[in-house]
Every structure is written in structure tokens, then in C-alpha cells.
Nanobody
Framework: QVQLVESGGGLVQAGGSLRLSCAASGGIFSVNAMGWYRQAPGKQRELVAAITRGGNTNYADSVKGRFTISRDNAKNTMYLQMNSLQPEDTAVYFC????????????????WGQGTQVTVSS
């Protein structure tokens, strides 16, 4: 069983930056594909970015060039560096994991964190 704990959310002004972290325990972190999702009030949860065990990444079009996903297998931790934040980035951000050996990120995930709130003021 994999447990995921997000941290790093908060309130930031438009144009600012935040760095989210996702600490994983249980299982073997290095064999997991990892992803960041977000859900804004009244909207469906959407994929923000994902990274495979080999470091292949994909991003939602809305965050390309602004957000960077990364992972440190030695620390069992995944990160999301968010720059040039905009009010439309306001959402609860969730960390997700799946035991996955594919070269491309999966479409679904098995394990989820509780989420961390990101609020961007205009």
C-alpha cells in the first residue's frame, strides 16, 4: 500500500511561484509513475503533469512552460515547480501514483494523496 502526502500549497499573488512536494511511503517508489492532478471548485479533476520512473513527462497544455514536474527517487519524493501562477491555477492539487513500468505515463492511477490547496490572487 502506497501512502502519499502533499505539501507546499498556499496563497500566492498572480505571477508568483510555489513548489509542491509529494512524499511517498510504502511500496517501491522508483517503480511508480507519478502524477499531479488538480480540481477547482465546480470543475472536474484534471491532469496537470506526470512523470514515469524513467523521467518521461507530460503536461497539460495550460501549464506547459510554467510548471515543471520532477522526482527524487532517493528521497521518495515528487515535486511540482509552479511559476507564473495565474488565478485560474487555483485548485486543490493532488498527488497520484501507480506501479508502472511503461515508457509513457499511465492514464489512471491507483493511489492518491489528500490534496493541498493552491490559491492564486489577482
Amino acid at each position: 500500500q502506497v501512502q502519499l502526502v502533499e505539501s507546499g500549497g498556499g496563497l500566492v499573488q498572480a505571477g508568483g511561484s510555489l513548489r509542491l512536494s509529494c512524499a511517498a511511503s510504502g511500496g517501491i517508489f522508483s517503480v511508480n509513475a507519478m502524477g499531479w492532478y488538480r480540481q477547482a471548485p465546480g470543475k472536474q479533476r484534471e491532469l496537470v503533469a506526470a512523470i514515469t520512473r524513467g523521467g518521461n513527462t507530460n503536461y497539460a497544455d495550460s501549464v506547459k512552460g510554467r510548471f515543471t514536474i520532477s522526482r527524487d527517487n532517493a528521497k521518495n519524493t515528487m515535486y511540482l515547480q509552479m511559476n507564473s501562477l495565474q488565478p485560474e491555477d487555483t485548485a486543490v492539487y493532488f498527488c497520484a501514483a501507480k506501479r508502472w513500468l511503461g515508457t509513457l505515463p499511465p492514464n489512471e492511477y491507483d493511489y492518491w494523496g489528500q490534496g493541498t490547496q493552491v490559491t492564486v490572487s489577482s
